[in-house]
Structures are given as structure tokens and as C-alpha cells.
């Protein structure tokens, strides 16, 4: 399974994508990872607390009309370490990324029943982009199992 996601983050960075990882360090780890005590998998060294995927790819599929800024994907941060900052940091880092890349504009999707997210994403800038079949379009193009709400952000 890591070898499986591991070749998967590199795939993702070769063609382009910044992953961000936010973690801390934690002496429990198992050393050379494992199955603790209570039947979970813990990995060696820091416990993952969140990540974000920030990527042109997504822009530069030919299904869609919308080319302009990087797409930010996978963002998560894990229950125990939400309402730490984390998720603002993760955004404040991609920001800065998409700056030093050259570019002005941010987007992203979220389930429209994850409130928290979207209250942060509001909170940091991104405003909501109408339900139009171009944007539509956009998260077909991406294989979206459900029609997630898109928001952009100016940046720069």
C-alpha cells in the first residue's frame, strides 16, 4: 500500500504537481512502521496531520474551458489535528507556490455538505463560481463522483 501511494506522489510530482505534507515529529512511531496496538498501520517517523496536491494538469485537460491558475487537490487534514491551522497553512503554502510558478489564480472543488471546509475556503479568499456547464464541464473532466462546489481565488 505505501509503495502503491509513494508511486503515485511521484508520478504526481513528475508531471508537475507540489504536494504539501504537514506532519509532526512523534516518538511513539513505530520505527520501521508496523501495526500498533490497536490494529492500525503507523508509518515510520512523523504521523501525517494533513496534505494538498497543487497541480496544472487538471488545467490543461482538453475536456474542458478552463486553463488559467493551478488546480488544488487532495487536501486533507486528519480529524485529530483539525482546528490547529493546519488547512490554513496547507493554502497559505500552495498561495505562495502558485506565486513563485507565476501564476494568479487558484481553484478548487468540495463537497457542498462539508461545511467547515468551505467556511475556511470563504474565509481565505476563494469565492464560489456559479453552477454553469462550463464548470460543470470541468469537474466531468476530472472524473468527480458527485457535483462538488468550485471555487477560485484571485491571487497576487
Known amino acids: ?3 502503491k501511494l509513494m508511486d503515485e506522489l511521484n508520478s504526481r510530482i513528475d508531471t508537475g504537481s507540489d504536494v504539501f505534507v504537514a506532519a509532526e515529529a512523534d516518538d ?10 490497536s ?22 485537460l482538453p ?8 488546480y ?5 487534514v486528519a480529524p485529530a489535528a483539525r482546528r490547529r491551522g493546519i488547512a490554513r497553512a496547507l493554502l497559505a ?9 507565476g501564476e494568479s489564480m ?6 457542498a455538505g462539508n461545511h467547515a471546509a468551505i467556511s475556511l475556503y470563504e474565509r481565505e479568499g476563494f469565492l464560489r463560481q456559479p453552477d454553469t456547464p462550463l464548470f ?16 477560485k481565488k484571485e491571487i497576487g
Not at 490494529?39 to 490543461?60: C, F, H, N
Not at 475536456?63 to 493551478?70: C, Q, R, S, Y
Not at 488544488?72 to 486533507?76: F, K, V
Open 63 to 70: 475536456t474542458h474551458g478552463i486553463a488559467e491558475g493551478l
Open 39 to 60: 490494529g492500525r498501520y503507523v508509518e515510520k517517523g512523523a504521523p501525517l496531520l494533513g496534505t494538498v496536491d497543487l497541480s496544472q494538469q487538471e488545467m490543461q
Open 93 to 101: 503554502a500552495s498561495e505562495a507556490r502558485a506565486l513563485e510558478r
Open 28 to 37: 511513539d512511531a513505530l520505527p520501521s512502521g508496523g501495526v500498533d496496538e
Open 1 to 3: 500500500m505505501l509503495r
Open 106 to 111: 487558484l481553484w478548487l472543488h468540495v463537497e
Open 136 to 151: 460543470q464541464g470541468f469537474a466531468r473532466a476530472l472524473n468527480l463522483q458527485e457535483q462538488p462546489l468550485l471555487f
Open 72 to 76: 488544488m487537490s487532495c487536501m486533507a
